[in-house]
Nanobody, 126 residues
Framework: QVQLVESGGGVVQAGGSLRLSCAAS????????MGWFRQAPGKEREFVAAIRQSGATTYYADFVKGRFTISRDNAKNTVYLEMNSLKPEDTAVYYCAADGNSGYYAYSSQRTYDYWGQGTQVTVSS
């Protein structure tokens, strides 16, 4: 089992940057595919970014391409989401998630992920 704890959220002005971290418990972090999702008030949770085990392959939602970067440090059991050029519409609770399965990776589907963090609030003011 994996426990995930997000941090790094906060309030930032439009155009600013934040780096979210997601620390994972357990010694098998490097075997998990990881994703970031977000949920804005009154909206469904949506996919933001994902990364495979080695960190060599990443995936992004169209609305964050060129602005957000997902990365991981397997030695630190941590996945990151670097967010630049933030917009008010990026305001949401951001969640990290872990997928311990093998085979086809439906990276943008919430049902792919077995474990979820509690979320961290990101607020972008205009």
């Amino acid at each position: 089992q994996v426990q995930l704890v997000e941090s790094g959220g906060g309030v930032v002005q439009a155009g600013g940057s934040l780096r979210l971290s997601c620390a994972a418990s357990g010694r098998t972090f490097s075997s998990y595919r990881m994703g970031w999702f977000r949920q804005a008030p009154g909206k469904e949770r949506e996919f933001v970014a994902a990364i495979r085990q080695s960190g060599a392959t990443t995936y992004y939602a169209d609305f964050v391409k060129g602005r957000f970067t997902i990365s991981r440090d397997n030695a630190k059991n941590t996945v990151y989401l670097e967010m630049n050029s933030l917009k008010p519409e990026d305001t949401a609770v951001y969640y990290c998630a872990a997928d311990g399965n093998s085979g086809y990776y439906a990276y943008s589907s919430q049902r792919t992920y077995d474990y979820w963090g509690q979320g961290t609030q990101v607020t972008v003011s205009s």
